[in-house]
């Protein structure tokens, strides 16, 4: 029987609430449609935001969401999204089906969309494809609050308080869609375009996102890392005269200068292609073996986090840059007779598994990873709501995202699982257990148990430090067939359920775990 040994003493780390953070690009139906209705759309809406779609985010308690890409990031230019709608620029977004983009979702757009859902903001700049004046410009249009040109630009269209830009991502991919740099070319870009990412309200620091690696690429994050962190002395302690204490009283007088930091986060991107970039698979129509290949990948991202850590550490021993990993998710073969550039797919029970197992890792890796991003919201990748005309259904992966809110801000604990068997098929061999445990402020103790195999139960014995806890709620997330997902006909196939298969000892609580299922209980004394 597998074991659970919680030691509830040990409080090791926060679970930032943004690593349950969110994205929505302008691709395919995830803006357009998906979110954003219009005002003059049948469809109920506020501002022209999706009344459904908003209120199913809310639920999940929405910590941050990025935009407007993506590889469409380092192509948009920003001033096309502003002034009177009629007036926008209309184009074909050649990233993503070759569609009209026709900017009706712009900045002031995107920043009610987050009025609404109540969450933090991250934009992601345009590198690539655009100049250093055009990115300093957009900052000083979202967050200046006095008289300069941006600020009177926001003003006169209609907007005369300044937003809260949390988050700023300089780039997005730049290995690739973002302008196809080495590693040492991009960040030598990147420290030129965040010196003009201004703070112009020293009480609301914009941090900063540096693009980082593609999945495995470690050379990537070392260039990235020893060129951002490549210190030039910036005129401090330059002294041609040789005189050392005039170059201390320069230092002394910055310290009184809010800090703004180089960099705050690096980013990493990692999608699960089960069967390889090029086919991709189907959504819904797979067999035992690429299930377990599947998870197997989803796995893989532990590794990730632990490698380019410890690349991160040479530089940052302290652990200051966060890990940002603003794309993650499965990517499956855009369902039959859709656009493929919109990258619609379905979402069975095996990516409410991809989801529990990935949440799981970022949260034993509090320490390191601060932001996370599933790509995408709405209709794209593995979304956690899917539309069609007025109709709205919510993922599996919907319900995992649920389930797991309560570990949003939490206090990562000390845990650990012995007698879990390794299972899989030929040599895609996973343990058949993975779990994460936190301590929120109200004492209640979340834990969320995966159980990764499609043939049978495991009963898990949970012990804690000390004795005497009991259940306040118990959820699951499962259905016997792992194909199972939920159409627009039948919408409630796979949901949140309470969860009962449990018992409580003298002095643990042995839970009976069902195959292919995402479980959470929550425990107090
Ligand atoms: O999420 C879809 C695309 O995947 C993004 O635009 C890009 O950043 C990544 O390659």
Same mark, same amino acid.
């Given at each position: 029987?597998?074991?659970?040994?919680?030691?509830?003493?040990?409080?090791?780390?926060?679970?930032? %609430?943004?690593?349950?953070?969110?994205?929505?690009?302008?691709?395919?139906?995830?803006?357009?449609?998906?979110?954003?209705?219009?005002?003059?759309?049948?469809? +109920?809406n506020v501002n022209g935001m999706r009344v459904d779609v908003v209120?199913?985010?809310?639920?999940?308690?929405?910590?941050?969401?990025?935009? +407007?890409?993506?590889?469409?990031?380092?192509?948009?230019?920003?001033?096309?999204?502003?002034? %009177?709608?009629?007036?926008r620029k209309k184009m074909i977004n050649t990233h993503w089906g070759?569609?009209?983009?026709?900017?009706?979702?712009?900045?002031?757009?995107?920043?009610?969309?987050?009025?609404?859902?109540?969450?933090?903001?991250?934009?992601?700049?345009?590198?690539?494809?655009?100049?250093?004046?055009?990115?300093?410009? #957009?900052?000083?249009?979202?967050?200046?609050?006095?008289?300069?040109?941006?600020?009177?630009?926001?003003?006169?269209?209609? =907007?005369?308080? %300044?937003?809260?830009?949390?988050?700023?991502?300089?780039?997005?991919?730049?290995?690739? !869609?973002?302008?196809?740099?080495?590693?040492?070319?991009?960040?030598?870009?990147?420290?030129?375009?965040?010196?003009?990412?201004?703070?112009?309200?020293?009480?609301?620091?914009?941090?900063?996102?540096? !693009?980082?690696?593609?999945?495995?690429?470690?050379?990537?994050?070392?260039?990235?890392?020893?060129?951002?962190?490549?210190?030039?002395?910036?005129?401090?302690?330059?002294?041609?005269?040789?005189? *050392?204490?005039?170059?201390?009283?320069?230092?002394?007088?910055?310290?009184?200068?809010?800090?703004?930091?180089?960099? /705050?986060?690096?980013?990493?991107?990692?999608?699960?292609?089960?069967?390889?970039?090029?086919?991709?698979?189907?959504?819904?129509?797979?067999?035992?073996?690429? #299930?377990?290949?599947?998870?197997?990948?989803?796995?893989?991202?532990?590794?990730?986090?632990?490698?380019?850590?410890?690349?991160?550490?040479?530089?940052?021993?302290?652990?200051?840059?966060?890990?940002?990993?603003?794309?993650?998710?499965?990517?499956?073969?855009?369902?039959?007779?859709?656009?493929?550039?919109?990258?619609?797919?379905?979402?069975?029970?095996?990516?409410a598994l991809v989801a529990g197992i990935t949440l799981n890792i970022?949260?034993?890796?509090?320490?390191?990873?601060?932001?996370?991003?599933?790509?995408?919201?709405?209709?794209?990748?593995?979304?956690?709501?899917?539309?069609?005309?007025?109709?709205?259904?919510?993922?599996?992966?919907?319900?995992?995202?649920?389930?797991?809110?309560?570990?949003?801000?939490?206090?990562?604990?000390?845990?650990?699982?012995?007698?879990?068997?390794?299972?899989?098929?030929?040599?895609?061999?996973?343990?058949?257990?993975?779990?994460?445990?936190?301590?929120?402020?109200?004492?209640?103790?979340?834990?969320?148990?995966?159980?990764?195999?499609?043939?049978?139960?495991?009963?898990?014995?949970?012990?804690?430090?000390?004795?005497?806890?009991?259940?306040?709620?118990?959820?699951?997330?499962?259905?016997?067939?792992? =194909? *199972?997902?939920?159409?627009?006909?039948?919408?409630?196939?796979?949901?949140?359920?309470?969860? /009962?298969?449990?018992?409580?000892?003298?002095?643990?609580?042995?839970?009976?775990?069902?195959?292919?299922?995402?479980?959470?209980?929550?425990?107090?004394?």
């Open positions: 029987m597998a074991k659970l040994y919680i030691n509830e003493e040990n409080e090791q780390c926060k679970i930032e %609430p943004e690593v349950y953070g969110h994205f929505s690009e302008h691709l395919g139906r995830c803006i357009y449609e998906g979110i954003y209705v219009g005002e003059d759309s049948d469809i +109920p209120e199913a985010l809310k639920e999940l308690k929405v910590p941050m969401l990025r935009w +407007p890409g993506g590889c469409f990031a380092d192509e948009y230019h920003w001033k096309d999204g502003i002034g %009177p709608k009629e007036n070759g569609v009209v983009e026709d900017n009706s979702f712009g900045t002031h757009e995107y920043m009610e969309l987050c009025r609404q859902l109540g969450c933090k903001t991250y934009v992601n700049g345009n590198l690539g494809s655009g100049t250093v004046q055009e990115m300093s410009e #957009w900052v000083e249009y979202m967050t200046f609050n006095g008289v300069s040109p941006m600020a009177d630009l926001r003003k006169e269209n209609g =907007h005369a308080e %300044p937003w809260t830009v949390d988050f700023f991502g300089v780039g997005n991919e730049n290995w690739g !869609c973002g302008g196809n740099m080495t590693p040492e070319h991009y960040a030598n870009e990147y420290r030129r375009y965040q010196t003009y990412v201004r703070n112009y309200d020293s009480k609301k620091m914009i941090k900063k996102v540096c !693009c980082g690696p593609n999945i495995d690429d470690y050379e990537w994050t070392e260039g990235v890392m020893k060129t951002v962190f490549y210190k030039t002395n910036n005129g401090v302690g330059v002294d041609p005269e040789g005189d *050392a204490a005039a170059a201390e009283i320069v230092l002394e007088d910055e310290e009184e200068v809010p800090e703004s930091s180089m960099i /705050d986060y690096l980013s990493l991107h990692y999608y699960v292609h089960p069967e390889g970039w090029k086919i991709k698979g189907s959504s819904t129509d797979f067999d035992g073996e690429v #299930w377990y290949k599947t998870l197997y990948k989803a796995l893989f991202m532990d590794t990730l986090i632990k490698r380019h850590g410890t690349i991160m550490d040479k530089y940052d021993p302290d652990k200051e840059v966060g890990l940002c990993v603003d794309e993650w998710g499965t990517w499956f073969k855009n369902e039959p007779g859709t656009n493929p550039g919109f990258l619609y797919q379905q979402n069975t029970v095996r990516d970022f949260n034993k890796h509090a320490d390191r990873v601060k932001i996370a991003a599933l790509a995408q919201m709405v209709n794209v990748l593995q979304a956690v709501l899917l539309t069609e005309g007025e109709k709205m259904i919510k993922t599996p992966t919907y319900h995992v995202m649920h389930m797991y809110r309560h570990h949003q801000g939490a206090m990562l604990l000390e845990s650990a699982l012995t007698g879990v068997d390794e299972i899989g098929i030929n040599k895609w061999k996973v343990p058949k257990i993975t779990e994460s445990v936190s301590k929120g402020e109200d004492g209640i103790i979340t834990i969320t148990l995966n159980n990764l195999s499609i043939e049978a139960a495991e009963d898990v014995d949970i012990q804690f430090a000390d004795k005497g806890y009991k259940v306040v709620e118990a959820r699951i997330v499962t259905d016997t067939d792992m =194909h *199972a997902h939920n159409t627009f006909d039948a919408p409630e196939t796979v949901t949140e359920k309470d969860f /009962d298969a449990y018992k409580e000892e003298q002095d643990k609580i042995v839970a009976s775990l069902p195959a292919n299922s995402v479980v959470e209980l929550r425990v107090k004394k």
